[in-house]
């Protein structure tokens, strides 16, 4: 499992101080008030800042990091990201779990049979969730050995495996075993 996670965007500078306003990527704001350290990342280029406050605004949140006193310094990080460790992520409720966890989960179809125990198929693996219209969307690159599908629905034009999008809805995505990076395919069909 993932130990650091992006909980904020920055949007911009806000004021004279040096603060910059946020954008949660979870949508909640309550734990950025428990943080007290923050890295701020572009790509590659990673820096830690001591957060010296937090407020809550009208959906966007307003954070004063240390060593940031102007509002052209704080100009300089927007659009960077807020990464902080797992235990400052939003807590999550039942049923939710984090998308940097579900990423390289396998995706398992269970084929059963009257007179055999289910067998587990590898169908591909999970690169991506992405919010759709009415939801999430699970992004899968098929497996090019599963032998469940044929060449035209796992492979594109060129040969390579296709990446195809499961509503992740409980008709769809089944069971989701975080710990033992797997998640269950419901039904074949939804891959062509």
């Not at 990201?81 to 939710?96: F, N, S, T």
Request: aromatic content about 8%.
């Amino acid at each position: 499992m993932v130990d650091q996670f992006v909980v904020g965007i920055v949007r911009g500078s806000h004021g004279i101080t040096g603060e910059f306003k946020v954008e949660s990527t979870s949508g909640e704001y309550g734990h950025f008030a428990c943080m007290e350290e923050v890295t701020l990342t572009d790509g590659n280029i990673k820096k830690t800042f001591t957060v010296e406050s937090t407020r809550e605004g009208a959906a966007v949140l307003y954070m004063k990091l240390a060593g940031i006193n102007s509002p052209e310094e704080a100009a300089k990080y927007n659009r960077w990201e807020i990464v902080v460790p797992r235990k400052y992520a939003h807590p999550l409720q039942k049923g939710e779990w984090y998308i940097e966890d579900l990423k390289g989960c396998s995706i398992i179809y269970k084929e059963t049979a009257e007179d055999a125990p289910a067998a587990e198929h590898v169908v591909g693996t999970v690169t991506n969730v992405l919010e759709g219209g009415s939801g999430y969307l699970v992004e899968i690159l098929l497996s090019e050995s599963c032998t469940l599908l044929a060449d035209s629905v796992k492979l594109n034009k060129k040969g390579n495996p296709k990446t195809v999008y499961v509503p992740f809805k409980d008709q769809f995505i089944g069971e989701v075993d975080v710990e033992g990076q797997k998640m269950q395919l419901m039904h074949l069909w939804i891959l062509e």
